[in-house]
């Protein structure tokens, strides 16, 4: 039997980094990552292939490999971009897969597991797994896909690839079968839209895996698959424009008319129409502004037709409009009006079920300054945008109107992992947009929007792991979006919990009033259990026949279920000595609401304060067990400190 072919099926997948002088990420992040993942090394390896650093890194890496054996260390000579140390990695990878990781970046645990093992169930050429932004300031990742998907290459969309960056699996064979590699050359941009764009025109079967985080893409502004971000004054516009139309025109060479439907529209929103809207016209400098408007204008004429303009929001279809008309001065003046859009996000009602299901409703407001935004309503029930009078004369009145993208707007409710930042939308049960006529003829709109969210099956059919979850929405109004956490009112700003099964279920405002929910263990159970407000007759022992138990009753949290989730009690001498720590469990009691039992233990005659504890979070009592000589025992209230 041929050796390398059996080592080629041993090992599923190659993951390979491309590294240029790479810092302290590559072991604090990336290895680090990879020395975490849950398959075995012996089913995976790690090609560094270094783009002639030059500076000592290639030390770095022999250095790692040194005590790794499934790491392999090639050096080249400098290229000055990403293409050519991956397409090296091709050339050299044994694994069934191979994927592309940044020298920045990270993998969750079990990311190689979990993607090698759906790639390889379905046969799959290309796997697109769910990838998460993660930047310093807290911010929402939000990811398209609402279900794991399968599809051959009838079925696959090139929407299907988004996010275009290569952090995905790909057959070794399939690359080299059809000679696919990334677009050599420092001045070749976005290579990873060639490379994916190549493999959607050859594969065979293809997949997404959303319901499980594989990458994390760190956003630290120099990451090695950024290309034209940051601040536009540094960048070569004649090559930005340029590069952009070699773009478009490979994908028209390469695509059906569907896909390419697809994929214009999406360079069109992303790269073309940015350049008309506040951050650029506003923020940047105005010889700059002009000198890339004179290259923008010929290039909608010639690579943007009017039929993409069609589908865009009632926001960017104004844009559209002036800058189709070369009006630049109207698109400033219309960036003034955009660039004091705000956003207003905020909790109507939260409910946790007795099985454990969460019924969030919201409602968001589209605001102006600060104000709710006014609409005009017209005799025919129509809605229109209101604009100051020189700007509304200059935009169609198809552009003005915006009844349906009000009547249609979008906003899903979400939950967000604190720590792993991925993020799955929920189950929507109903949307409404409201009107409120005005006296003066002007019109309010609320939109109100509702969801289930089941801890059972939120992450795509898979329960929410325990931890702390962002609830939050994106919503789309008219064209403006946002995707942030949603604010709790002060009238319902408290802590809500329950006990489903042993498991703890706590929604709560944070700091900046935000929305969260907590499962398994929760900072503010004790608050949403009312512990503060517990009198004596919440504690007794019972007597059953056997051991005896002390019971601290909890009103406040509804329970059910025949689970238990273990706890203690604290007993601390009030007079001073060692505190006695009791084992115990939080239960469900047959009438509904929370209860703990703790494993009775005879004291010594005196008073002992009680705290509750569960998983690090504790509460004190506000009544004391009194214990006479005698051994009796009864709950007296606590005297103030």
């Given at each position: 039997?041929?050796?390398?072919?059996?080592?080629?099926?041993?090992?599923?997948?190659?993951?390979?980094?491309?590294?240029?002088?790479?810092?302290?990420?590559?072991?604090?992040?990336?290895?680090?990552?990879?020395?975490?993942?849950?398959?075995?090394?012996?089913?995976?390896?790690?090609?560094?292939?270094?783009?002639?650093?030059?500076?000592?890194?290639?030390?770095?890496?022999?250095?790692?490999?040194?005590?790794?054996?499934?790491?392999?260390?090639?050096?080249?000579?400098?290229?000055?971009?990403?293409?050519?140390?991956?397409?090296?990695?091709?050339?050299?990878?044994?694994?069934?897969?191979?994927?592309?990781?940044?020298?920045?970046?990270?993998?969750?645990?079990?990311?190689?597991?979990?993607?090698?093992?759906?790639?390889?169930?379905?046969?799959?050429?290309?796997?697109?797994?769910?990838?998460?932004?993660?930047?310093?300031?807290?911010?929402?990742?939000?990811?398209?896909?609402?279900?794991?998907?399968?599809?051959?290459?009838?079925?696959?969309?090139?929407?299907?690839?988004?996010?275009?960056?290569?952090?995905?699996?790909?057959?070794?064979?399939?690359?080299?079968?059809?000679?696919?590699?990334?677009?050599?050359?420092?001045?070749?941009?976005?290579?990873?839209?060639?490379?994916?764009?190549?493999?959607?025109?050859?594969?065979?079967?293809?997949?997404?895996?959303?319901?499980?985080?594989?990458?994390?893409?760190?956003?630290?502004?120099?990451?090695?698959?950024?290309a034209y971000e940051g601040d536009p004054a540094d960048w070569d516009l004649e090559v930005y424009w340029a590069s952009l139309k070699?773009?478009?025109?490979?994908?028209?060479?390469?695509?059906?008319?569907?896909?390419?439907?697809?994929?214009?529209?999406?360079?069109?929103?992303?790269?073309?129409?940015?350049?008309?809207?506040?951050?650029?016209?506003?923020?940047?400098?105005?010889?700059?502004?002009?000198?890339?408007?004179?290259?923008?204008?010929?290039?909608?004429?010639?690579?943007?037709?009017?039929?993409?303009?069609?589908?865009?929001?009632?926001?960017?279809?104004?844009?559209?409009?002036?800058?189709?008309?070369?009006?630049?001065?109207?698109?400033?003046?219309?960036?003034?009006?955009?660039?004091?859009?705000?956003?207003?996000?905020?909790?109507?009602?939260?409910?946790?079920?007795?099985?454990?299901?969460?019924?969030?409703?919201?409602?968001?407001?589209?605001?102006?300054?600060?104000?709710?935004?006014?609409?005009?309503?017209?005799?025919?029930?129509?809605?229109?945008?209101?604009?100051?009078?020189?700007?509304?004369?200059?935009?169609?009145?198809?552009?003005?109107?915006?009844?349906?993208?009000?009547?249609?707007?979008?906003?899903?409710?979400?939950?967000?992992?604190?720590?792993?930042?991925?993020?799955?939308?929920?189950?929507?049960?109903?949307?409404?947009?409201?009107?409120?006529?005005?006296?003066?003829?002007?019109?309010?709109?609320?939109?109100?929007?509702?969801?289930?969210?089941?801890?059972?099956?939120?992450?795509?059919?898979?329960?929410?792991?325990?931890?702390?979850?962002?609830?939050?929405?994106?919503?789309?109004?008219?064209?403006?979006?946002?995707?942030?956490?949603?604010?709790?009112?002060?009238?319902?700003?408290?802590?809500?919990?329950?006990?489903?099964?042993?498991?703890?279920?706590?929604?709560?405002?944070?700091?900046?009033?935000?929305?969260?929910?907590?499962?398994?263990?929760?900072?503010?159970?004790?608050?949403?259990?009312?512990?503060?407000?517990?009198?004596?007759?919440?504690?007794?022992?019972?007597?059953?026949?056997?051991?005896?138990?002390?019971?601290?009753?909890?009103?406040?949290?509804?329970?059910?279920?025949?689970?238990?989730?273990?706890?203690?009690?604290?007993?601390?001498?009030?007079?001073?000595?060692?505190?006695?720590?009791?084992?115990?469990?939080?239960?469900?009691?047959?009438?509904?609401?929370?209860?703990?039992?703790?494993?009775?233990?005879?004291?010594?005659?005196?008073?002992?304060?009680?705290?509750?504890?569960?998983?690090?979070?504790?509460?004190?009592?506000?009544?004391?067990?009194?214990?006479?000589?005698?051994?009796?025992?009864?709950?007296?209230?606590?005297?103030?400190?």
């Amino acid at each position: 039997m041929d050796e390398s072919r059996t080592e080629h099926d041993r090992i599923k997948v190659s993951v390979v980094i491309a590294t240029y002088r790479s810092g302290a990420a590559l072991t604090d992040r990336v290895m680090a990552s990879l020395d975490a993942q849950t398959l075995s090394t012996d089913e995976f390896e790690v090609l560094l292939v270094d783009d002639g650093s030059g500076d000592g890194t290639i030390d770095l890496l022999h250095s790692i490999a040194a005590e790794r054996p499934h790491v392999r260390v090639h050096e080249i000579e400098h290229s000055g971009w990403p293409s050519r140390p991956r397409n090296t990695g091709i050339d050299l990878a044994r694994g069934t897969y191979v994927c592309f990781m940044d020298h920045d970046d990270a993998l969750y645990p079990e990311a190689l597991e979990q993607a090698t093992t759906f790639a390889l169930e379905h046969g799959l050429d290309v796997l697109n797994p769910k990838e998460v932004m993660v930047r310093p300031e807290a911010s929402w990742n939000w990811m398209g896909y609402d279900e794991d998907i399968v599809a051959d290459a009838a079925g696959t969309r090139a929407t299907l690839m988004v996010p275009s960056r290569p952090h995905k699996l790909y057959r070794t064979d399939f690359l080299r079968k059809h000679d696919i590699r990334f677009p050599d050359g420092a001045d070749v941009h976005w290579e990873d839209r060639y490379f994916n764009a190549r493999c959607l025109t050859s594969l065979d079967a293809f997949g997404v895996l959303a319901s499980e985080p594989f990458y994390q893409w760190i956003d630290t502004g120099q990451n090695s698959s950024r290309a034209y971000e940051g601040d536009p004054a540094d960048w070569d516009l004649e090559v930005y424009w340029a590069s952009l139309k070699e773009l478009f025109d490979f994908l028209a060479s390469v695509h059906s008319e569907r896909d390419l439907a697809d994929l214009r529209q999406r360079e069109y929103v992303n790269r073309v129409l940015p350049w008309a809207g506040p951050r650029r016209l506003l923020e940047q400098d105005a010889d700059l502004v002009e000198r890339s408007f004179e290259l923008m204008v010929p290039f909608v004429q010639s690579h943007c037709p009017p039929e993409l303009d069609a589908t865009l929001s009632p926001v960017r279809r104004a844009r559209a409009s002036l800058l189709r008309a070369g009006n630049l001065p109207g698109l400033r003046r219309l960036a003034a009006v955009d660039a004091a859009a705000g956003m207003q996000i905020r909790l109507g009602a939260v409910r946790i079920e007795s099985d454990g299901s969460i019924v969030v409703a919201a409602y968001a407001r589209l605001l102006h300054d600060g104000e709710p935004v006014r609409f005009e309503e017209t005799p025919a029930g129509r809605l229109r945008r209101t604009l100051r009078a020189d700007l509304s004369a200059t935009l169609p009145e198809d552009v003005l109107d915006v009844t349906e993208a009000v009547e249609r707007f979008g906003c899903t409710i979400a939950v967000r992992h604190l720590e792993g930042h991925d993020v799955y939308p929920q189950h929507q049960t109903s949307t409404e947009a409201v009107r409120r006529p005005q006296p003066d003829g002007g019109c309010l709109v609320r939109f109100d929007f509702r969801a289930v969210i089941d801890p059972r099956t939120a992450r795509l059919g898979k329960p929410l792991a325990d931890g702390t979850w962002e609830v939050g929405a994106d919503c789309d109004l008219i064209g403006f979006e946002r995707a942030r956490g949603i604010v709790m009112p002060t009238a319902i700003r408290r802590a809500y919990g329950r006990l489903v099964d042993g498991r703890v279920i706590v929604v709560r405002p944070d700091a900046e009033k935000r929305l969260m929910l907590d499962l398994g263990a929760s900072e503010a159970l004790w608050d949403a259990a009312g512990v503060a407000d517990l009198g004596p007759d919440a504690l007794r022992l019972d007597r059953p026949v056997g051991p005896r138990f002390l019971v601290v009753q909890l009103p406040g949290l509804p329970a059910g279920g025949p689970g238990a989730t273990a706890c203690e009690v604290e007993l601390r001498p009030a007079a001073g000595g060692a505190a006695i720590v009791l084992p115990a469990q939080l239960e469900a009691d047959p009438g509904g609401s929370a209860r703990i039992r703790a494993s009775w233990h005879k004291l010594a005659a005196g008073e002992y304060d009680v705290l509750l504890r569960h998983r690090g979070h504790e509460a004190r009592v506000p009544a004391r067990l009194s214990v006479s000589r005698l051994g009796r025992v009864k709950a007296v209230t606590r005297d103030a400190p």
